[in-house]
């Protein structure tokens, strides 16, 4: 017998019961994504994501709490450094990785963007298509943007997903840097990123 989401699976006269309880779970999950997320991640998928895929209620951040951005659309983002501790609350649903070299994988659903510090990304297409699925994934899930500081590449994805969200190019930077982290976004050139950004395929 193993333990699946609360239940317990075995020789047991619930057997059926769980069963169907599970079949009802996956199918709801199937209705709210029916065309099934893009697997384009960099990094390997975790036993974190294949337990959240059984989800039904939406379970974000906390608004208020450190390093958490507000959307224009409610959406909540978490931006941090990993050399930071890692905060206290409940881990991330998923991960977009803003870093030089692929990170070791995470407990939870993670991509990587090949990007060195103090510089843009490394593929403007893998960018986009990363800036867009976190922040779909942001409507329902706890998402975290992290690079190793996380000031200027994190602050550049978030500068751009608030761009996503409506935020117009021009005002981006100064969105993050009034709503995340003073300091974002640390490069003429990252700036400039942001200001060009528009959200569409290149």
């Known amino acids: 017998m193993f333990p699946f989401g609360g239940y317990v699976f075995g020789a047991t006269l619930g057997t ?50 450190p390093g958490v951005l507000s959307l224009p659309s409610g959406r909540l983002i978490r931006g941090r450094g990993l050399l930071a501790p890692f905060p206290s609350g409940p881990w991330p649903e998923f991960g977009l990785y803003l870093l030089g070299r692929r990170p070791q994988p995470a ?10 510090d103090l510089h843009v990304p490394a593929d403007d297409a893998d960018a986009l298509d990363a800036f867009r699925e ?11 943007v992290a690079c190793w500081g996380g000031r200027g590449r994190t602050g550049t994805a978030l500068a751009c ?36 950004f528009r959200g569409v395929d290149l």
């Open 16 to 65: 059926r019961f769980c069963y169907r309880q599970m079949r009802r779970a996956l199918k709801r999950c199937r209705e709210r994504d029916p065309e099934g997320r893009k697997d384009r991640r960099s990094g390997p998928l975790t036993a974190g994501h294949q337990g959240a895929t059984l989800k039904t209620v939406a379970q974000t951040w906390e608004p208020g709490r």
């Open 134 to 144: 976190a922040w779909r994934r942001a409507e329902y899930e706890r998402v975290e």
């Open 161 to 196: 997903i608030a761009v996503l969200d409506g935020v117009p190019a021009a005002e981006a930077v100064a969105f993050v840097r009034r709503n995340y982290r003073r300091g974002a976004v640390e490069t003429p050139g990252q700036r400039s990123y942001v200001a060009r």
């Open 107 to 116: 407990k939870w659903d993670s991509r990587w963007v090949h990007w060195r």
